[in-house]
């Protein structure tokens, strides 16, 4: 079963009716707002096509139902579509900002400050080894070696670091921002960002997968696929035109008109 976009969208916002507030419905309304003999009225969804019954306004604010050019179509069909995702992609590119720039910042004050910290972590991982009975390590390197190690990192490169975990975390925040308001340029970045990040991703699974490596190239490849083909990136499919064309045929009026009901579908929803 095809997933409509539209009933999700009255769900989170619900339904969006006009004529709500008029005092007289005429026949030229039908598409959008019908009334039976007996007075009882029904609302078209410009949204999701649904019809909602519902009296006559007590105290009308208007006295027709509005024409086409004073009314503003929701988002439907393909457009609503690319918004949800979009979004959504949008969403999980905050989360990576979130972790990498909390990293970044644990990077810097590390540099800044492991001097003074030095003494006192080498003493609590000391304690949990003993508490734990021994080395923790698991045949490798033990818990007090890795830490050992990570002082011994210069400053330059702990900077180094730092910075660029940061300067990711920008290029990432840029693209939430552009993917949730649905700019064109936003998907090209996303995919370029993304699709380099697809190698390193499947050399790590190469030298222990786990689930969550797993998960991360998985969604990453949804999004690579979403965009390229779903979004007609570098001309795939029609390209830009064939993009606008499609969003076209789902947008403002005629979008309406083209969807309109007839008698059969005055169902309650």
């Not at 009334?35 to 009308?60: I, N, V």
């Not at 921002?177 to 190698?199: D, K, N, Q």
Request: charged residues 20%.
């Amino acid at each position: 079963m095809r997933l409509r976009y539209e009933l999700l969208g009255c769900s989170l916002h619900g339904h969006a009716l006009v004529g709500t507030d008029a005092a007289t419905v005429r026949a030229r309304d039908a598409l959008v707002v019908r009334q039976d003999a007996d007075g009882l009225r029904w609302y078209r969804c410009l949204r999701c096509d649904a019809w909602k019954p519902g009296p006559a306004p007590a105290a009308p604010t208007r006295d027709t139902v509005p024409g086409p050019d004073e009314i503003e179509v929701p988002l439907r069909g393909r457009p609503l579509r690319d918004r949800f995702v979009l979004r959504l992609i949008a969403l999980d590119r905050a989360l990576h900002v979130i972790g990498l720039t909390l990293f970044g910042t644990a990077v810097l004050l590390f540099a800044a400050y492991r001097e003074a910290w030095g003494p006192t972590a080498g003493q609590i991982v000391a304690v949990l080894q003993g508490a734990l009975g021994g080395p923790v390590g698991h045949g490798g390197p033990t818990l007090l070696v890795e830490v050992e190690r990570a002082f011994a990192v210069p400053d330059a490169t702990l900077y180094r670091l730092a910075l660029a975990v940061l300067a990711y975390a920008v290029l990432e925040a840029v693209e939430a921002v552009g993917l949730w308001y649905a700019r064109r340029w936003a998907e090209y970045l996303t995919f370029v960002a993304t699709s380099v990040l697809l190698v390193p991703e499947v050399w790590e699974l190469t030298h222990g997968p786990t689930p969550t490596k797993v998960a991360a190239l998985v969604v990453n490849l949804a999004v690579v696929a979403y965009l390229l083909v779903a979004k007609r990136l570098f001309g795939l499919r029609g390209g830009g035109q064939a993009e606008d064309a499609e969003r076209a045929q789902d947008t403002g009026w005629p979008a309406v008109e083209r969807a309109g009901p007839g008698t059969d579908r005055l169902t309650a929803r």
